[in-house]
């Protein structure tokens, strides 16, 4: 059947040819029963199976190279890390398809499933059926994913993916693929802004830091009431970038840029000068966060992250942090005085309905979050009844630029955290991340860049002044930004009572951020993600977060640590150095759930800099409490 | 003839595990998995579920003990044992874990204690059962198979 008509269509690579035999598949489930039959059953559709009861080891088992999986599924119901977490990790930072399984088929979970990016949702028992027809999600994602690296360039002869989409596309694979599908399409459909909305599936334009940075430049010299796409397209002198593109990706920057205005203004009320940038950061992730959920992952467009509440506290968290760059402390500063906030703050962000990022489900990067729940801890976690943190705003002060990244994007996951649209949330972190790198250019202290990289917006020095005490209040202006839905939102919270999401989507910004704030020191590290035009956003993002954090670091440490052993070209080695730490993943500091520890751990990969630096570390403590 | 009436004797094992509701069609799929690649396939996953499975009976009888219950983590061990079990096949197992399950809903104490003890008859009936047909039926090895054929020409020569 497709089989057949991949092969026909596809005729290059002896990968596709085979396809879908031979696909590789990771199994995570913790009940030896089942990964048994599971691999059994994948063994007898011809995939190649590799299987672990436990997910941080499949996440390790991911991290280690991201091309040696073509498909995951999970279990949801693990004992070291929910499954839905790990969903988003997966997604967030290799972009795979993820299948959940469950015994339950709550049509509620399904739901949660889905929103948090699962390309299916399997119920236990899994038939052999069911699984045959697994193969359609990478062959739907490779298209995707193709199809948004080319662009308007030419048809390349991969025609695998396209012949694949057809097949996959086109076979009617049971009503729940359809559904997926249809989700997909939309999600598409309304991400896609600058598709022709005749055309299924339109090369999506990959919004990389650097071409952000371009973009932001661009709009900067014609000044902003002046910059019209068509002039920006110029500016750009981007190959294969079309007027429609630049023109969707304009809209988005000036809504963020709206939303920062306000941030910025919300900022000043509560004094802190640091504010501003922050949001300013926020922001900018915000807007890739939105190109991020587009492309990505058929997560629910950016409906409704309404609820910027936590940008308020984000605000306060960015203040805190300095968005002076060169205030890099690691979260874990913050966290050993807050574990508990920090679990409590996730749970209590997503009432706020953290409006920032949304995290793109793909992208959900847990350092971006880490930031940001720290803050969130200290002022609002009296909601999940942890220690009242107002008192302990003032610790995440210090938060290091790494932080304040991840900031955005953790409000961004907060939102999110209510599970659902981590995916918008991912984006718009991102395009926090991206618009920050524009603001980020200038190396040192993150606040003067901020300002003069900012556009011409008085409101936005004005923010500057604004002290850090910022109280979450400031949901209601950002949250037009926020794509995640509240009520997602609050669901997550209910269903999640640790900060789950919000580290992933921090982690992914935080290292945007790097990246894009560091002008390329690293020249090939960003130039490298950039140049991955192939690569989704995400793949983008994960290859220069090493490089992006290390120029980051540098940019915003040279002041302070010249030390700052930013092996730009190592930054990804570096990233695998650092899961090779002890345990198995960097010990987050202080967190008391699993949740956080991965979130710590996404976002120490992710981070470089939170890694590098020593006392950032492994706390000793944190993992030891995620240790069950 | 001997191998006849062996096999008839397994087949009918089989047939009655499946009509008295202790198995389910999951467990054919079990036995579709099972091959040249993998001539125990069944078995195999049989003896997993036992051993593992003691485990979480281990650890409901303990949450079991503790008053007042904690129908949560109940409800939760109960979500795994119920999902090994139907990975299985094992159909009355089960359905006594759905019901457990209920009880925990309805926070039902002397309702979850009755129903695990069912749990655990269900549980240990089966695995009499299962034990018997395995030990009766012969693994589809290449192996088993030749002995098979080489029985029945010797037979047929006879």
Known sequence: ????????????????????????????????????LLDGLLRKCQYQVTTTNQAITALKMLRENRNRFDLVISDVHMPDMDGFKLLELVGLEMDLPVIMLSGNSDPKLVMKGITHGACDYLVKPVRLEELRNIWQHVIRRKVESKSQSKSNNQEKPNQGGEGGQEAGSGDPNGKLNRKRKDEDEDVEDNGNED??????????VVWSIDLHRKFVAAVNQLG????????????????????????SHLQKYRLYLKRISQQANMVVAFGGSKDASSYMRMSSLDGLGDFRTLSGSGRLPNAALSSYSPSGMLGRLNSATGVTLHSLTSPSMIQPTHPQNLTNS????????????????????????????????????HQNGNKPNTTQIPDFNPIDE???????SSFATLGSQSSLKMASMSSESFNLVSSSSSYLDVPPPMGENFHDQLPPNSSLKYGYSASSNTIPSFGSNITSTASVPLEAQGQRHGQYGKPSYSPYSNNAFSTLAAAAAAPPPNGGGLGG???????????????????????????????????????MGSGEEYLLEQTKLPSGFVANNGYDSLDDLMNGMMKREQDPTIMMDGEFGFDPYSFGSCIQ | MDQNHM???????????????????????????QDDANPNFVEEIVTLFYSDSTRLIRNIETALDNYPLDFCKLDDYMHQFKGSSSSIGAKKVKDECSQFQECCKARNTEGCIGIFRQVKHEHATLKRKLETYFQVSPSNSLENRHTLQRNTQLCAAD
């Open chain 1, 529 to 567: 993600p950039v140049s991955q035009a192939n690569d989704q956003i995400c793949g983008v993002y994960n290859r220069s977060n090493g490089n992006g954090a290390t120029a980051m670091q540098r940019s915003s440490r040279e002041t302070e640590r010249s030390s700052t052993e930013l092996k």
């Open chain 1, 224 to 247: 902003i009431e002046k910059a019209v796409p068509k002039r920006i397209l110029d500016l750009m002198n981007v190959e294969g970038l079309t007027r429609e593109n630049v023109a």
């Open chain 2, 7 to 33: 096999k008839k004797q397994i087949n009918s094992a089989r047939n009655s595990l499946f009509q008295q509701g202790y198995l389910d069609e999951q467990f054919i799929q079990l036995e579709d998995l």
């Open chain 1, 346 to 381: 996730i749970g209590s962000l997503t009432k706020f309905q953290p409006v920032v990022l949304p995290t793109p489900p793909n992208h959900q990067n847990t350092n971006l979050f880490q930031g940001i729940p720290s803050s969130f801890d200290l002022g609002h976690l």
């Open chain 1, 1 to 36: 059947m497709t089989v057949e008509e991949i092969r026909g269509s596809v005729g290059v690579s002896n990968e596709i040819d085979r396809f879908p035999i031979g696909m590789r598949v990771l199994a995570v489930d913790d009940d030896p029963t089942c990964l048994k």
């Open chain 1, 402 to 408: 790494s932080r304040i990244f991840t900031g955005p």
């Open chain 1, 195 to 204: 598709d022709d909305p005749s055309s299924q599936k339109k090369p999506r």
